[in-house]
């Protein structure tokens, strides 16, 4: 089969009596009446020489194939900017990770002369008090200077005396407060020894004792004045 080189596409339109438009590939398809009147409408380039239009035409896949590796760029650099705000992202989140365990594990203490002052928090019966406890592994029990425990309105379960070093005998009061908090670690219904304290005023106000400190493991870092935990594997501790 033999096609002629100058081969156009076009077609023709046209209109009829009644209004009705019509297109039509073939120039004898449409009715003589109206072949006077036909417009004819031919592709892109049609007016060129096969030459010119093929030389067109390679300039135009040329800009499309700019214009899509252009495309493909911008995507690879959109694909890449996603990627870094993701990276950052999470970097971000896993150093507030690092802070957060950081904050749970960490309690920054008062270093005085080897003696060791650490921030606690006292609840009971809706009140609380923050303030500082002398770290004793020497006392049996957590014990209140007196003035803590009539800011928290603890009632005296029992009364007595204990003998204290240097064998001093002294009156004290046991009692119990409704939560104990020292870094991440929450005592409820903590049993509390209130002693007297007289002469000069101190720093902190009792001491943080056994019943509190054989339930945690922890180790001081003198230098940074800094107590770290090791994180409790249940919410409470025992008295």
Not at 30 to 57: F, M
Not at 105 to 115: G, H, L, S
Not at 182 to 200: D, F, K, Q, R, S
């Amino acid at each position: 089969m033999c096609l002629p080189s100058d081969l156009r596409s076009e077609f023709y339109k046209y209109v009829d009596k009644k209004g009705r438009t019509f297109y039509v590939d073939d120039f004898y398809k449409i009715p003589e009446e109206y072949r006077e009147s036909v417009n004819v409408y031919r592709e892109k380039y049609d007016h060129l020489s096969d030459q010119e239009k093929s030389l067109i035409l390679q300039k135009e896949r040329e800009q499309l194939r700019e214009l899509e590796l252009e495309n493909e760029r911008q995507l690879n650099e959109q694909l890449q900017e996603a990627v870094k705000i993701e990276e950052e992202e999470k970097r971000k989140e896993a150093e507030a990770a690092k802070k957060n365990l950081q904050e749970k594990t960490q309690t920054r203490v008062i270093v005085d002369n080897n003696r060791i002052l650490v921030p606690v928090t006292l609840g009971n019966g809706g009140l609380e008090v923050e303030t500082h406890l002398l770290l004793d592994t020497g006392a049996s029990h957590i014990a209140l200077h007196r003035s803590i425990a009539e800011k928290l309105n603890i009632i005296a379960l029992n009364r007595g005396r204990a003998q204290v070093v240097g064998g001093e005998s002294i009156y004290i009061e046991t009692g119990q407060i409704s939560y104990f908090k020292v870094g991440p670690y929450n005592m409820e219904n903590a049993l509390v020894i209130i002693v007297p304290h007289t002469g000069e005023s101190l720093n902190y106000s009792g001491l943080l004792g056994m019943n509190f400190l054989k339930n945690v493991q922890y180790t001081i870092d003198y230098q940074n004045q800094m107590i770290r935990w090791k994180m409790p594997q249940t919410k409470g501790l025992k008295n």
